[in-house]
Every structure is written in C-alpha cells, then in structure tokens.
C-alpha cells in the first residue's frame, strides 16, 4: 500500500490512469452482447431522425450526458470549462467532478454555468461526504455555486475502500442521502462510479423518494485496475481479485428498470460510441452517459487539450445513435423507446 498524498497528486494520477487502458483489455465488453434488431425495410429518414428529449425542464438534442469527472485542480477546472462548452454546443447535458475540493479551497465554479447556459447542469457531492458533519450545507453550496439544475450524489465504496487516502466510514450514508433529498433546493440524482448500483440498492433509492439514478456500470472505468496502477506494486496483488467485482451495465440498467417505481435512468459505465448508447437506451436507460470516453477524447497522453476532438468524438457519437435509429426502423426516439418496451417487457 502507498502511503496518503496530496488530493492534487491523486486527482492527477486519476486522469492520466484513466486515460488508459480501462476497460481491461483481456475482459468481454457487457455491451458487445447486447442485440438491436436490424429492420432492412426502415420507414424512415435517416437526415431527419429526431433524437432530441427532454431533461430537468430543459432541452436535450440527444439522450446524452457527460458524466461528472474530478475537480478542484487547475487540470480538473480547464477540462470541466471544455467539457461545458462542448456539451452546450451539442444541446446534451453536463455533470461535473465532485465539487468537494474547490468549495473546501473557497474557489467557485461559476464560470461553467456561463459556459453552459441552456443544458441540464449537474452539481456533484459525496455520499460519504454528504454524511460527514456539515455534509448537507457543502451539498448546498455546490449546488448554489453552480445554478445547479441538480446533485449528483455518489456512492462508491469501492472506489473509497481502496484508497489509502478514501472514506471508510460508510455509515449514514443512506440517512443523508434522504435528508438531502428532503432539504436541497434542486433535485438529487445518486450515482456509482463504475462499479454499479444492483436492484437492491436501487430498490432502497426508489423507496426513499430518489427518482433520477446514475447505475454507472462496469464496462468501462475500472476503479480498482486505477488504484492497482497508482499504487504498484504491492496493491496490484492486494486488489486483483477486485477487478472483476460490481454489476455489468447491462445488468445494472435492466435491474433498475424492474424496480417498481417509475425512475429517471441514466446509462454509464463503458459506452464506447452511439451504437453503445442506443443498447443501453434499449435496455431501458432514459439517456447515455460517458465519463472516461469524452476525457480521452479532448485530452491526450501530454495532457493538452484538443478541443475539435471532443468536438469530432460527440458528432460521430450523436449521428451513430441516429444510424442505430434508422437501422431499427425508428424515425424518432420515442418509436425506439416504443419498440423496446414491446421487445424487453419492461414499464416506464
Ligand atoms: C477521471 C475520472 C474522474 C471521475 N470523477 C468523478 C467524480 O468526481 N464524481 C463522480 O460522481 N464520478 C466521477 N467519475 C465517474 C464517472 O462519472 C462515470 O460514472 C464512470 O467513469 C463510468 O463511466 P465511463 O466508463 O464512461 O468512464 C470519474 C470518472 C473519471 C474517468
């Protein structure tokens, strides 16, 4: 195990990990199994395809999200400013790093709601965090920092137990998830890391009013492969065995979508392009989130930042989930979201 270092170093070290080669190269990609039924006779029109869906009151030009990456570092404040801008031009929602750091340093954010001024703006909290004293007034400030058009809570215990430096206390964490959920001025999304949230978690979610959830499945950045790599040499053979642990996002999307509450879903963990997208939107999610794609995308190996890449990567991603559209037949996301009820049996 590592000794504790400063949060800058470990946030840093997390950006350049998860730059790499997550998802683990020798595993299967959960989505890879995942099926659409191909229509040869479309009643459709590829160059008028209507992907765009609302969100929190607001427009969205496709089903889409970047989810919340880092913060507070000078690294982590450039990308979430691109990332903002980016994602107002393309009309798809934002969330942002865990805001813990900034607020704790006195530093504001404000400048990515000038940046994004007409999308869904996601705030970021802790659960741990949350459940630590003056938990909800932080969760508060980052809302309030921000315009926030609502919080992001996440639970990832692994990603904590496996960092010297992480919260090992998990107790409460529920408790305040509710109090917030009672008190905040914004409504509150909870989400994993990458890990997965499982029916039964999800369940208790649902049960305690939570009506926007983040399953953030495995697929994609892998939590433990990051810590193993940041803390070689002696933790890579301390947490091999967890590599594999949490719920596939297939897996996890479809969970969800059986619990018996109606549950606004959002898809992340390892979507790799549209096609992945519209399978999860198949399986049930509301809309797409990508995290570690959308950061290799606009930063490369020397951590400059190409702003016309992210600019590339979400217009091929957008116009592939038109193409998977088309190719299913579907002139509109409502006819696709129509069909896969039909074909998966599930309610919404
Ligand atoms: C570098 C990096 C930092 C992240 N930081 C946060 C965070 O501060 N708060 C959070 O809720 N999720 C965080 N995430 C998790 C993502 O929002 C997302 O749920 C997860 O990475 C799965 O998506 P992906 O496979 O597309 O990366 C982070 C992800 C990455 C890659």
């Known amino acids: ?21 997550v998802p683990l190269d ?63 031009k393309h009309g798809i929602a934002l969330g942002i790093g865990s805001q813990r750091a900034s607020l704790q340093a006195s530093e504001s ?19 741990a965090q ?7 007034a932080l969760a508060q400030c980052a809302i309030d920092d921000i315009h926030a058009d609502a919080l992001a809570i996440h639970i990832n215990p692994l990603q904590e ?4 430096e992480g919260d090992h206390d998990w107790h409460g964490v529920r408790a305040a998830i509710l109090a917030a959920k009672q008190t905040l001025s914004c409504p509150i999304l909870v989400k994993e890391v990458g890990a997965g949230l499982s029916f039964d978690v999800v369940d208790m979610l649902a049960s305690d009013g939570i009506e926007m959830i983040d399953v ?20 890579s053979q ?32 390892g979507i790799r392009h549209g096609m992945d997208a519209s399978r999860c939107l198949w399986l049930g999610a509301d809309i797409a989130g990508i995290a570690g794609g959308a950061l290799r995308a606009l930063e490369d190996e020397n951590g400059v930042c190409h702003e016309s890449r992210l600019d590339d990567y979400l217009s091929d991603f957008i116009q592939q989930i038109k193409l998977s559209l088309f190719l299913t037949g579907n002139q509109s996301i409502t006819n696709f979201r129509k069909m896969a009820r039909i074909c998966q049996n599930y309610v919404d």
């Open 1 to 21: 195990m590592i000794d504790k270092i400063p949060a800058a170093t470990r946030k840093n070290a997390h950006l350049d990990l998860a730059k790499k080669a």
């Open 216 to 235: 953030a499945g495995k697929g994609g950045t892998n939590w433990a492969a990051v810590e193993a790599a940041r803390q070689t040499p002696n933790a």
């Open 109 to 127: 954010q404000a400048e990515l709601r000038q940046l994004a001024p007409d999308i869904p703006l996601i705030g970021n909290i802790g659960g």
């Open 238 to 269: 301390l947490y091999e065995p967890f590599l594999d642990i949490g719920i596939d996002l297939p897996d996890a999307i479809r969970g969800a979508r059986q619990v018996g509450e109606p549950l606004f879903i959002i898809a992340s963990g």
């Open 130 to 136: 949350l459940a630590a004293e003056g938990g909800l």
């Open 161 to 164: 137990a496996i960092q010297p």
């Open 26 to 88: 020798h595993m299967p990609h959960p989505l890879d199994a995942i099926t659409l039924p191909y229509c040869a006779l479309p009643e459709a029109n590829l160059s008028t395809i209507n992907i765009s869906t609302s969100w929190l009151g607001k427009q969205l030009q496709a089903p889409l999200m970047i989810t919340g990456m880092t913060g507070g570092t000078s690294r982590a404040r450039k990308l979430n400013q691109f990332l903002a801008a980016a994602a107002n």
